[in-house]
Nanobody
Framework: QVRLVESGGGSVQAGGSLRLSCAAS????????MVWFRQSPGKQREGVAC???????YYADSVKGRFTISKDNAKNTLLLQMSSLNPEDTAMYYC?????????????????????WGQGTQVTVSS
């Protein structure tokens, strides 16, 4: 059974940085997409950033230029470096993997259905 375990969340002041990790029991180099989502209370889940098997990336406009997604295939770990954080970034952050059968453009990666999900890690940004 595939497991995704997020870590690295916490509380930070506005302008600060955090790095999230997602340890995966699947091969990150073979997963077609790996993605970070986030969800705040009362809001819909939002795709934040994705990375494909070749390392190409795509970001939501709200985080572009501030967040960087990457993966360490040797450690089967997905990463999200977050900087210039603001209170609107406060949310539970989830990693997800594998959009079954999808071979289209990366532009849609944040709205696809994913097979595997982690339990989430909380990020709280105070002003």
């Amino acid at each position: 059974q595939v497991r995704l375990v997020e870590s690295g969340g916490g509380s930070v002041q506005a302008g600060g940085s955090l790095r999230l990790s997602c340890a995966a029991s699947l091969d990150t180099y073979s997963s077609n997409y790996m993605v970070w989502f986030r969800q705040s209370p009362g809001k819909q889940r939002e795709g934040v950033a994705c990375i494909d098997a070749d390392g190409s990336t795509y970001y939501a406009d709200s985080v572009k230029g501030r967040f960087t997604i990457s993966k360490d295939n040797a450690k089967n770990t997905l990463l999200l470096q977050m900087s210039s954080l603001n209170p609107e970034d406060t949310a539970m952050y989830y990693c997800a993997a594998d959009a079954p059968g999808y071979t289209g453009s990366i532009d849609w990666c944040l709205v696809l259905q994913y097979n595997y999900w982690g339990q989430g890690t909380q990020v709280t940004v105070s002003s």
